[in-house]
């Protein structure tokens, strides 16, 4: 295959992305990240968007087989953020110069839909922000009443296309009712975000493939793709993590397939590899999204061991993220950072 002739085309077949995630090629991946690079330029010029994110309970119904916050892990110790915490935490956020809040937790209806509702529409009332779910699958009732309280945006990722896979990783669950959830959402009129994580044990690249081409298909509003990182007191504990390298080819692929899109350079990321964030963004991310849970919550938020600044004082995190960001010729953006496919139509 040839390299340059296919950076350069408008569609990429499964074959040819497949080709450009294999690895064993510096020189390769160097050209692909470049041209991922030049994409996310004229897509999204050089504004970085931060997505704050509280996460307002560890408490989850689920048994994801690669998740610490799986119900069946009994050593983590859990919490529940009060709504006042939240709001006051959203309140913070703002002041920071942040524009999204993320209400990030595992799938826990104990926060039922009046609870988050509630919540929604205090923190909307007080602070001109963008607010994004990210609470798993819950009822369509409850994410349309909640898009009616003001939520934006939705972040509900597919983990895997492969429908196989995805009951194994998923205690039996279908795939095909993610994909109905996200279709729901998008429905009601949130901004969605989807994606997959890289490296779970079984995952081939054509899987990888699959994946991006999913994320084309359901005309995503952001695709995230983190690499898996072991976590203890699951089944997957003694696994291998995801690569960093996979990670950063599959992010470029997706910023050349996809353009319009919101692509972030995740936590995850930054946890395996030092440089992650900065990786990342250099190749097509154009979203970060800092946990700004407070203390002593974010220490619990244990989806995966030793993630990337959870020492750190979350009030300390912008001024941080802005040197690294600038740091390579980029700047913080001053916009709630809305989909770049709603730009496009405001302009038409
Ligand atoms: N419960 C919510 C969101 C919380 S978890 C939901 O299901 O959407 C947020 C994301 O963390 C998940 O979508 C998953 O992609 C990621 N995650 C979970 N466990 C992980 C692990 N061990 N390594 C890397 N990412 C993980």
């Not at 994409?39 to 996460?55: M, P, S």
């Not at 809040?101 to 529409?121: K, N, P, W």
């Not at 669950?173 to 998008?186: C, I, M, N, V, W």
């Not at 690499?227 to 997706?254: C, E, H, W």
């Amino acid at each position: 295959m040839n390299l340059d002739h296919i950076l350069n085309k408008e569609e990429l077949s499964k074959e040819e992305i497949v080709f450009l995630l294999s690895p064993g090629n510096e020189e390769k991946d160097e050209k692909l990240f470049k041209r991922a690079d030049e994409v996310r330029l004229k897509y999204c010029g050089n504004d970085v968007h931060l997505r704050g994110i509280i996460e307002l309970s560890n408490f989850c119904e689920q048994n994801c087989i690669y998740c610490g916050l799986r119900e069946e892990n009994k050593e983590l110790t859990r919490y529940r953020m009060k709504p006042e915490e939240i709001i006051e935490t959203a309140h913070t956020i703002r002041k920071l110069g942040i524009f999204t809040i993320v209400l990030q937790s595992g799938e826990d209806h104990y926060f039922d839909t009046d609870m988050i509702a509630y919540v929604i529409y205090q923190i909307k009332q007080k602070v001109d922000v963008a607010i994004t779910l990210s609470l798993g699958e819950r009822g369509l009732d409850e994410y349309r009443a909640w898009r009616i309280s003001g939520a934006d945006r939705y972040l509900l990722k597919h983990e895997t296309a492969n429908s196989k896979l995805y009951s194994i990783y998923h205690n039996q669950q279908r795939f095909e009712d993610r994909l109905e959830h996200l279709k729901f959402l998008k429905s009601v009129g949130y901004q969605i975000g989807s994606g997959n994580m890289i490296g779970l044990p079984l995952q081939t690249l054509e899987d990888i493939a699959d994946d991006i081409l999913l994320c084309k298909e359901l005309e995503l509003d952001m695709a995230a793709f983190g690499p898996f990182i072991p976590s203890p007191y699951t089944p997957y504990q003694n696994k291998q993590a995801g690569s960093v390298d996979l990670t950063l080819r599959t992010m470029a692929i997706a910023r050349i397939v996809l353009k319009r899109v919101h692509i972030p350079a995740t936590t995850a990321l930054a946890t395996l590899d030092e440089d992650g964030r900065i990786k990342g963004l250099n190749a097509g991310a154009n979203i970060v999204m800092p946990d700004l849970t407070p203390s002593p919550y974010r220490e619990q938020y244990q989806i995966y061991p030793d993630r990337k600044c959870i020492d750190e004082n979350p009030l300390n995190c912008k001024g941080c993220l802005q040197l690294q960001i600038e740091s390579i010729g980029r700047k913080i953006s001053e916009s709630r950072g809305d989909s770049l496919k709603m730009k496009d139509k405001i302009e038409l």
